[in-house]
Every structure is written in structure tokens, then in C-alpha cells.
């Protein structure tokens, strides 16, 4: 379940996040989340997404609502949309 509140504002009071560094290898994908509202958010996702197997970098817009995703493979959607719904946002596609 995310942590922002129906206003948009963090419940947790948490500010900080992190962004891993964009490697000049592998191959970058930018999605489409909705529920990304603050700080906490995006070191939520850079954190779970980060995690998974062949994610070289995580970088979180807030502001388009998007995620690029920078993997040594081409990445498994799938697999993506289930970390991202279980940390409490939704995955909705590929950016166009």
C-alpha cells in the first residue's frame, strides 16, 4: 500500500531519496506509474526495483509519473508490474 495520503502529501514524513547512477551500458525502458506523489515514493521504488535480478538503474520523475528502467536484458514486464503493484503503485505500460 503506497504511503501518501488521498492529498497527494507522504504519511511517513519521509523526503529523501536516492537515484542510482545511469550506467552507459544496458538498455533503458521508461514506464508509466500512477500513485507517485512524494520523496518516499521514489525511494520506495528505486529500492524494490533496484532489487530485481539485471536492474542496472532506477531513476523515479514524480512529476511524469514515469520510471526508466535500465537492465543488462531487455526486462520482464511482468515481473516489473508485480514489484511496482506490490509497493503499492500501479504499473499502467509503457511510456509512448
Avoid: F
Wanted: proline content about 3%; glycine content about 12%; aromatic content about 2%.
Amino acid at each position: 500500500m503506497s504511503c501518501c495520503t488521498p492529498d497527494g502529501s507522504c504519511s511517513t514524513g519521509t523526503g529523501t531519496a536516492t537515484t542510482t547512477a545511469v550506467p552507459t551500458a544496458g538498455a533503458t525502458t521508461v514506464y508509466d506509474v500512477a500513485g507517485m506523489t512524494c520523496g518516499h515514493c521514489k525511494a520506495t521504488l528505486t529500492t524494490e526495483i533496484g532489487a530485481l535480478d539485471g536492474v542496472l538503474a532506477v531513476d523515479v520523475d514524480l512529476e511524469a509519473g514515469q520510471v526508466s528502467v535500465t537492465t543488462a536484458h531487455e526486462p520482464d514486464d511482468a515481473l516489473l508490474a508485480k514489484v511496482v503493484d506490490d509497493a503499492g503503485y500501479e504499473l499502467t505500460g509503457r511510456a509512448a
